[in-house]
């Protein structure tokens, strides 16, 4: 089965400095995605990317937020200045028709 | 914004089938998926459906959705312990994948 990679699996970091989650999506599809799970709740959709362009945001995904494919692989998620309350499992997608996910980032800010 | 609705726990016996049920509102829904997420797991895609179809049968999976009631199940067929976890139902009209907050399945011996 085709499979997302994403790295680190786990992250911590201190209030107000700055973290990039890696995402390597499945090679032949053309939408990227970016969740986040904050423990014991659901999964919430931060921002979608197609055509090397942002094409969808939630009111989640601020100014703190961007997302860059650096490279004709990888796709990642930085946040500028972590907050308390940015500590969730993040997931990275990417889909055709099928959406696979990937294993996710524990991100915790102390 | 659209909602996606399902029961928090459900409980069956080793052996019996499941079947977890899932309502939404977005009549623009194209594509309808149910996760697996096993504890401090990712989340597995276990099958989707299309809209204009009623029916998805994959192994021990069934999906059944009923696009007029906005309501889509998921039947599980001889459940078996290893298919504890949580399943959460996902709509998709845009871009994005709008989830429920998931059923907690636990099949006990």
């Known amino acids: 089965e085709p499979e997302v990679t994403q790295t680190p699996s786990h992250q911590v970091t201190q209030m107000g400095q700055e973290v990039i989650l890696r995402c390597v999506p499945i090679?032949?599809?053309?939408?990227f995605y970016w969740y986040r799970q904050i423990l014991g709740q659901k999964v919430e959709f931060l921002v979608s990317?197609?055509?090397?362009?942002?094409?969808?945001k939630s009111e989640i995904f601020d100014d703190q937020f961007s997302v860059e494919r650096p490279d004709g692989s990888n796709f990642t998620l930085k946040i500028r200045s972590t907050k308390l309350e940015d500590s969730a499992m993040y997931f990275c997608?990417?889909?055709?028709?099928?959406?696979?996910f990937g294993q996710g980032t524990r991100l915790t800010v102390v | 914004g659209e909602d996606v609705e399902q029961s928090l726990f459900l409980s069956v016996r080793e052996g019996d089938s499941s079947v977890i049920n899932c309502t939404y509102t977005?009549?623009?829904?194209?594509?309808l998926y149910w996760y697996k997420q096993e504890p401090g797991a990712g989340l597995q895609l276990l099958t989707y459906?299309?809209?204009?179809?009623d029916m998805k049968q994959d192994q021990r999976l069934t999906v059944l959705l009923n696009k007029k009631d906005k309501h889509l199940s998921l039947r599980i067929a001889d459940t078996q312990t290893g298919d504890s976890a949580i399943y959460f139902c996902?709509?998709?009209?845009?871009?994005?994948?709008?989830f429920g907050k998931g059923t907690s399945l636990l099949v006990t011996p």
């Open positions: 996902a709509e998709r009209s845009g871009y994005a994948l709008n």
């Open positions: 990317f197609y055509n090397n362009e942002i094409s969808e």
């Open positions: 090679s032949n599809h053309l939408y």
């Open positions: 977005d009549s623009s829904s194209t594509y």
């Open positions: 997608a990417s889909s055709g028709t099928e959406a696979f």
């Open positions: 459906i299309f809209s204009n179809m």
